[in-house]
């Protein structure tokens, strides 16, 4: 059973658009709501993380929107970038109850043309 | 700053050999994870440990041994290993539970 399901699995956007990453989650316990970026041959390193208590979160170019009714989340990146081409993974974690570690999803391979 | 440092990078291995990787974080985390990555599968939790002495089964545990040394250091042992445990393997450490965890390098094993 996937706990945090993904998409799209790949996505290509032109200079200066936005890229948009989406995220569902099924468990309710989950209360920390991080995203990381990959590159190739690189382990993952967070990028942006938010909280329940809050709808959106904003960090330079990137920002988090949080629906817990609708139990999803998704990742923004404004003015993308070539150097933000890479794979982004969302992830989930519960405070108390189940296995520590984090939930994540099957990742974004996003790709930025010049 | 060396953060999370994981031995060795890349290891070929004939099925129903063993062998472990290691795993030191310098940062004086408690929690301390091990995670493989398959193409398009994520990351998936293999084992953690939440404190120096315990050790916990992830989500895909079978087929592994861990052991958590001492604070800075998780050993993931593989005592037989087989093709399907070809994969990219990352050590990765926190403060706890719903903090920041800083990833390793990774280890790159294939399993002929």
Redesign the interface.
Known sequence: QQQVK?SP?SLIVQKGGISIINCAYENTAF??F?WYQQFP??????LI?IRPDVSEKKEGRFTISFNKSAKQFSLHIMDSQPGDSATY?CAA???RGG?????????THLIIQP | NAG?TQTPKFQVLKTGQSMTLQCAQDMNHN?M?W?RQDP??????IY?S?SEGTT????VPNGYNVSRLNKREFSLRLESAAPSQTSVY?C?SSVG??????????TRLTVV
């Open positions: 993904q699995q209360d920390y991080p041959g690189k382990g993952p390193a967070l993380a993974f974690s519960a405070t296995a520590d570690g984090l939930t994540f999803g099957k990742g | 999370v929690s994870y995670y398009g599968m994520g990351l998936r939790l953690y939440a916990d089964k992830g989500e990352f990765a539970r719903v903090a920041e965890a800083f990833f390793g390098q990774g």
